[in-house]
């Protein structure tokens, strides 16, 4: 199914966000900077995250995005997990499709990379499970119905058939924090982002598949 661009339901998105790439009824268009999204955005996705100097922290691409409609465009920033946002992000990612990513974690990174890798090999939660103890000492094994993971995301934004919609890599991560019942950062927090960093770097040299589809 994800390799069926037709079958695969992430395009919906897709379709979605390269409308929104064109919109300027609001001002100006993501397109009136940066043109053709397959020329401009092209690796842009495979870098992400990524430390933002202006802000002097790192971002993934939904924050820039963010970032960009509120100081470029002067518009508000879109809702974590919106369809809008969701879009944007999917058609941004399906430029760098096949790529492989290349995020840094050295210089400025480097603060936010070393917390993502404590988070990830820290136990939480009331199941007292650490990210490593699934998806690296683990994975392939069965837990309840479920094969656990390498924990890759390269395929974020993807399609889950178990939301029956598009998510996000932080909605997925904050799903498995719900699963070993453990407290959840909202959407978008530096938490969530730092881990999002030490997964980029953990999956470097893997092509991104977004919009992926999985289970």
């Known amino acids: 199914m994800q390799s069926d661009d037709l079958a695969n339901p992430g395009f919906l998105w897709v379709e979605r966000g390269e409308k929104s790439w064109n919109d300027s009824k609001s001002g100006a268009s993501c397109a009136s900077c940066h043109g053709e999204a397959s020329g401009s955005m ?70 936010a990379f070393d917390r993502g890798r404590a988070f990830y090999n820290q136990r939480h939660g009331q199941m007292n499970l650490s990210c490593a103890q699934c998806h690296d000492q683990n994975w392939g ?10 924990g890759h995301g390269n395929a974020f934004p993807a399609y889950k058939l178990e939301w029956q919609t598009l ?25 969530l982002t730092d881990l999002e960093l030490f997964l980029a770097w953990r999956a470097q040299g893997l092509p991104l598949e977004a919009p992926g589809v999985r289970r």
């Open 42 to 111: 092209r690796g842009v996705a495979a870098r992400y995250p990524a430390f933002d100097a202006a802000s002097g922290t790192v971002m993934d691409l939904e924050a820039r995005i963010n970032d960009c409609r509120v100081r470029r465009q002067k518009q508000n920033p879109l809702a974590r997990e919106s369809d809008d946002l969701l879009g944007l992000s999917a058609y941004v990612a399906l430029q760098s499709r096949g790529l492989p990513l290349s995020t840094r974690i050295d210089g400025p990174a480097s603060a």
């Open 141 to 150: 094994k069965r837990i309840y119905a479920e094969t656990l993971s390498q």
């Open 167 to 191: 998510g996000s890599l932080q909605r997925r991560i904050r799903a498995c924090l719900f699963g070993i019942r453990a407290e959840m950062p909202p959407a978008g927090a530096s938490e």
